[in-house]
């Protein structure tokens, strides 16, 4: 989750499920249990980061947050966000 530029409260959103089935392999970002940052990410089981699904949302709308994903993972999210952006592949 990362606030929008500009004046207004909008906050740039993805998917996060924990319907392993929906994975992209090679696109989207599986948290495990075993992940040394699974604790403080506050999800209850394994998890897909869906990327592909994105949604910008008011503010007001946010209830807060339940943890946090560590740097590393976020900037993988980012890279791969950002090449398939950069690329405008289509499955």
Request: hydrophobic share 35%.
């Amino acid at each position: 989750m990362s606030e929008a530029p500009g004046p207004y409260d909008d906050w740039l959103i993805c998917m996060i499920s924990s319907q392993l089935h929906q994975q992209i392999e090679g696109f989207d970002e599986l948290i495990e249990e075993g992940d040394s940052d699974f604790q403080q990410s506050g999800l209850k089981k394994t998890s897909v980061v869906r990327i592909s699904r994105l949604a910008v949302v008011e503010g007001e709308v946010l209830e807060g947050r339940i943890g946090r994903i560590s740097p590393d993972r976020v900037q993988r999210i980012r890279r791969r966000l950002t090449e398939w952006i950069r690329e405008g592949k289509r499955n």
